[in-house]
């Protein structure tokens, strides 16, 4: 045989082997990995009368992402998982009259939520005027607590919105649930950080906002409505309630308020499929209630997946012979 037909025939035999590996590949199911983060949702529900309703079913919810139904993988009722609650207080100039009302309201806020049910919750204390300081670190120690509480005072700027922004930053490295109690009038005059930057450090931290606004001066030309709207604003977008209070003695009833929905919270959480992806990160979510009397506040959104920008990487799939591709 000569050389040149003896390499015709070693590139024949190559070419054969090649197509029976390419045959065999072909009928098994080629798997590249993707990474699926459960993403999980604390929801609040009410009826018409704005009751609280803590008997529900997983079948009574439904979860859409970006507008595409989720089934729920996760359903706690009441749930029991551990609490984090950063309790911020406004001490700066314009709160000086009503500081005493609010410490020692805290103070019984700290009491009863440290000593109700889970005892893996805790507290951490923040106060902000100019300058925002965690006055003491997570912990379930109400008597050290208490005597740092009773220690805060402050001076003259507000910045509101770099203190929810620590305080989320914080949180974030947390496990469980997570709250955000924040007491102010709702000034704003000194932050670094602006309102959309605070809201995004809470929803990545999957914390719920509670703001609760002593407004001793109820004529709007005298109050500083922007930080009012924008405290509402945050509530809504991480399923939160604002309260409204004319006077710091009416603090109790709003801290018991936000005692009993953080109790009887439902923890939800899905897996993303089909999920049609955006330019932007942020994915709009939305908890609805099979029955029209019931309504859901839960966050209304996460940061996620975005579509890939032109020059970087396409997204992980699952290949399947002869089939579509699979997100």
Not at 116 to 129: E, G
Not at 241 to 247: I, K, P, V, Y
Request: negative net charge; contains cysteine.
């Amino acid at each position: 045989m000569s050389a040149d037909a003896a390499r015709k025939r070693a590139c024949a035999t190559v070419l054969a082997a090649a197509l029976a590996l390419a045959a065999g590949l072909a009928a098994q199911e080629i798997v590249i990995p993707v990474k699926v983060n459960l993403v999980h949702v604390v929801a609040t529900v009410k009826n018409r009368a704005g009751q609280l309703v803590g008997s529900l079913h997983k079948e009574d919810f439904d979860i859409f992402d970006n507008g595409v139904r989720q089934e729920v993988a996760v359903f706690e009722r009441e749930t029991d998982q551990p609490l984090s609650v950063a309790l911020l207080v406004d001490v700066s100039g314009s709160t000086a009259q009503d500081l005493k009302f609010e410490t020692e309201s805290a103070v019984r806020f700290i009491r009863a939520l440290i000593s109700d049910r889970n005892p893996q919750d805790q507290v951490a204390l923040y106060a902000f005027d100019d300058l925002v300081t965690q006055v003491h670190s997570y912990t379930r120690n109400i008597v050290s607590l208490e005597s740092m509480m009773r220690q805060i005072h402050g001076s003259a700027g507000t910045s509101l919105y770099d203190a929810i922004w620590l305080a989320s930053r914080d949180l974030e490295l947390r496990e469980g649930r997570k709250a955000l109690v924040l007491v102010s009038d709702g000034g704003e005059t000194t932050s670094k950080i602006d309102s959309h930057r605070a809201l995004e450090a809470a929803q990545l931290a999957d914390a719920v906002i509670y703001p609760v606004i002593v407004m001793p001066i109820t004529n709007d030309a005298g109050r500083n409505i922007g930080g009012e709207h924008a405290l509402q604003f945050m509530a809504e977008g991480t399923g939160g309630r604002t309260f409204l209070l004319s006077e710091g003695a009416q603090l109790d009833r709003a801290f018991s308020s936000i005692i009993t929905e953080l109790r009887t919270e439902y923890l939800l959480g899905y897996y993303p499929h089909d999920v049609p992806l955006t330019k932007e990160r942020f994915h709009k979510l939305e908890v609805k209630l099979k029955s029209p009397e019931l309504r859901a506040s839960a966050r209304n959104g996460y940061y996620g997946e975005a579509e890939a920008k032109a020059g970087t990487p396409a997204e992980p799939i699952t290949l399947k012979p002869d089939s579509r591709k699979k997100r």
